[in-house]
């Protein structure tokens, strides 16, 4: 798949920054000619590059015009900016976050703001949103789609009697979201203890 990318920059071109692109394999589920759940082990090809100090800058993927029933799969794509120089540059943690946003008519009522509320005093940012084709219908009659979110901030350095040792992959329990992933460092991941 060809993949063209347009971006603003000044007249004098920043050469200390250097674009990629990644693929990350999508499995997706067809029932009776709709898509049920689109799924990846994002993280798993990921996280390599946020620990090498990469920002992600976006991501897609295209679906096709397969309708047969089952699991195929797809390749996504995302776009990461890092440093083309040989500095000491911070690595990050992200995380991925599944939301699920009330459709009105035709428009996708996107309000990231709850969201981005209770996680920027801990220092993560947006970075991306996939959307999704996956559709249910609410309980009040209403229709929802799922939307998949992307945030990453530096790696935090505090005092030892601020953190605990939790699992590889610790969880935040959100209303209305699906578990927040935090990626691993090492053998453990290192948590505020307020972030639960």
Known sequence: MPLFALYNHTGELNTSLRFYSLRVPLRVQREAGLI???????????????????????????????????????????????SAEETTIASYDAIVVEQWTVVDGVVVKTDYIPLLQSLAPYGWRLMCVLPTPIVKTNSDGSLS???????????????????????????????????????????????HRRCH
């Open 36 to 82: 049920t759940d689109v799924d990846a082990h994002w993280l798993d090809h990921m996280t390599q590059h946020f620990t090498s100090g990469a920002h992600l800058i976006d991501g897609f993927f295209h679906l096709g015009d397969d309708n047969d029933n089952g699991v195929s799969c797809v390749d996504s794509v995302f776009i990461f900016q890092n």
């Open 145 to 191: 789609t799922k939307q998949i979110l992307f945030l990453q901030r530096p790696i935090l350095q505090r005092k030892r009697k601020d953190f605990k040792v939790c699992s590889p992959f610790s969880y935040i329990l959100k209303p209305n979201l699906s578990l927040v992933f935090v990626v691993p460092l090492g053998y453990a991941t290192l948590c």
